[in-house]
């Protein structure tokens, strides 16, 4: 059997991956390094973009959950991304080039493994027994009249925004404080504390500052990766209650809690590095500088990378796919990653390895796995190929779930209830993969 996948990131590396260990040819055409988008840098594949955070780790969070029906799975990204880990308390974190540099490894040691590097302009299925195409939300332009000649004028487009990233050295220790939210998992974290009268002078130098113009879609943002200078225009609390929310953080120098805290994660292994939890940004590179460094523990901060807002593109997946990802029209030609309408690195990569293990098995004879509404892996096959009126990119999430048959009013212990059954029922359906 021969396929190929179009784009070496999230999803189409798994899908790879899922094709080769089952003896499939597979040839990947990736632009990189020839061409690269506005958020890729790295010359190897599966680049994480922005955030080095795959999430919590932990079951009672839908994110966890992914990871949990991942390990069942047999996801390349999941192994390699514990592999790669960086400590990040309750989360999974990777070192962003260590994860890019093993995932290119594990693909290329597979001898049926054909890496192409090309821009790609065509859907051409022509020699192939089947295509998956994972261009990602940064598809480049090349490729969109082959796109548009499928699905029309059905294209959506929202805007994502990448968070800066500021040396370890830079950093003023004196002003920050070590601490996990809530003390879950390692206290992983560098806590930036501000007090009040800090946090005003923040906000209102925030609110005001410069931003880069956009040209198209400017209020077309995606909640889960609001620019900050964005959410702090919705009121004055509005950061005290995401990113900058001082709950589960007490400072042990001085016994308090403080008005408002900026989280800082480490970025590589090293921990030479730090990111900005939910900093995503699009005020002008000056306007960063001047002030993020009015945060104290960032007064003298030296940043490695300034935040950066992209465009993001995906398909009106539910008039176009099945619930394996293929085109309803076209039954050679799959769709996977954030293009399909799921968001996020592990989300992709889920969509990924479904497309490959259903097409695998389709064109060998076999029925496709009939992933269950209880998991969230079956949750968003369902949300790709639902048709429910106008169409917005997903997470994992709990509310996406089949109900449980009993009400459970206690909402950690119905996170749980919800983590086992789809681990139970996941469990059942990977014993007939
Ligand atoms: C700026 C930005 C910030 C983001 N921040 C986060 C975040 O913090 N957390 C999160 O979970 N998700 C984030 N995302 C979403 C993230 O991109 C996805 O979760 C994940 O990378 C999507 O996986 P994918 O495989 O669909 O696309 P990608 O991982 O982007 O892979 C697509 C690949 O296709 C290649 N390609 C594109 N067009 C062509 C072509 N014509 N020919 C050949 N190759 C091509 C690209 O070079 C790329 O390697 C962000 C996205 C953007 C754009």
């Given at each position: 059997m021969r396929a190929k996948v179009i784009g070496g990131g999230f999803a189409g590396c798994e899908a790879c991956y899922q094709l080769l260990k089952r003896g499939v040819d597979v040839t990947l055409t990736e632009m990189k390094p020839l061409k690269k988008s506005?958020?890729?840098?790295?010359?190897?594949?599966?680049?994480?973009?922005?955030?080095?955070?795959?999430?919590?780790?932990?079951?009672?969070?839908?994110s966890g959950l992914l990871k949990a029906e991942m390990r069942l799975l047999d996801s390349l990204v999941l192994d390699v991304a514990e592999q790669t880990k960086v400590p990040a308390g309750g989360a999974l974190a990777v070192d962003r080039y260590a994860f890019s540099a093993e995932m290119t490894r594990r693909l290329e040691a597979f001898p049926s493994f054909n890496r192409v590097e090309a821009v790609e302009t065509s859907l051409s299925d022509e020699g192939y027994d089947f295509v998956i195409v994972a261009t990602g939300p940064l598809t480049d332009e090349a490729l969109v009249p082959a796109l548009q000649k499928v699905f029309g004028s059905k294209f959506l487009y929202f805007f994502d925004a990448v968070a800066p990233i500021v040396t370890a050295e830079s950093i003023d220790l004196d002003s920050a404080f070590v601490?996990?939210?809530?003390?879950?998992?390692?206290?992983?974290?560098?806590?930036c504390p501000m007090d009040k009268q800090q946090y005003l002078a923040f906000y209102?130098?925030?609110?005001?500052?410069?931003?880069?113009?956009?040209q198209e879609f400017e209020n077309n943002v995606f909640e889960g990766c609001m620019p900050i200078e964005v959410m702090a225009k919705r009121g004055v609390d509005t950061m005290r209650f995401?990113?900058?929310?001082?709950?589960?953080?007490?400072?042990?120098?001085?016994?308090?809690?403080?008005?408002?805290?900026?989280?800082?994660?480490?970025?590589?292994?090293?921990?030479?590095?730090?990111?900005?939890?939910?900093?995503?940004?699009?005020?002008?590179?000056?306007?960063?500088?001047?002030?993020?460094?009015?945060?104290?523990?960032?007064?003298?901060?030296?940043?490695?990378?300034?935040?950066?807002?992209?465009?993001?593109?995906?398909?009106?997946?539910?008039?176009?796919?099945?619930?394996?990802f293929q085109l309803k029209t076209d039954k050679k030609l799959f769709f996977a990653g954030q293009l399909t309408g799921v968001e996020g690195y592990m989300e992709s990569a889920v969509s990924g390895l479904v497309s490959a293990l259903q097409a695998y098995r389709i064109f060998s004879g076999l029925a496709p796995v009939p992933f269950s509404s209880e998991t969230i892996t079956g949750a968003l096959c369902d949300h790709v190929s639902s048709d429910f009126g106008e169409y917005s990119p997903m997470n994992?999430?709990?509310?996406?779930?089949?109900?449980?048959?009993?009400?459970?009013?206690?909402?950690?212990?119905r996170k749980i209830a919800y983590s086992h059954r789809a681990i139970e029922n996941m469990k059942k359906t990977v014993i007939n993969i």
């Open positions: 506005p958020a890729h840098h790295l010359d190897t594949l599966c680049e994480v973009v922005c955030s080095n955070s795959f999430k919590s780790d932990l079951l009672d969070t839908a601490a996990s939210r809530y003390g879950k998992g390692e206290a992983d974290y560098l806590n209102d130098n925030l609110v005001s500052a410069e931003t880069v113009q956009l995401g990113p900058l929310r001082p709950i589960g953080l007490r400072d042990e120098r001085t016994g308090e809690k403080p008005y408002a805290v900026l989280q800082l994660r480490k970025e590589n292994i090293d921990g030479t590095r730090y990111n900005l939890v939910g900093f995503q940004t699009n005020l002008k590179y000056g306007e960063q500088k001047r002030v993020f460094s009015m945060i104290p523990a960032l007064r003298e901060a030296e940043f490695v990378r300034y935040g950066v807002m992209h465009r993001n593109t995906y398909i009106d997946a539910p008039k176009f796919l099945d619930r394996n994992a999430s709990f509310g996406i779930l089949a109900p449980l048959s009993e009400k459970i009013r206690d909402k950690s212990q």
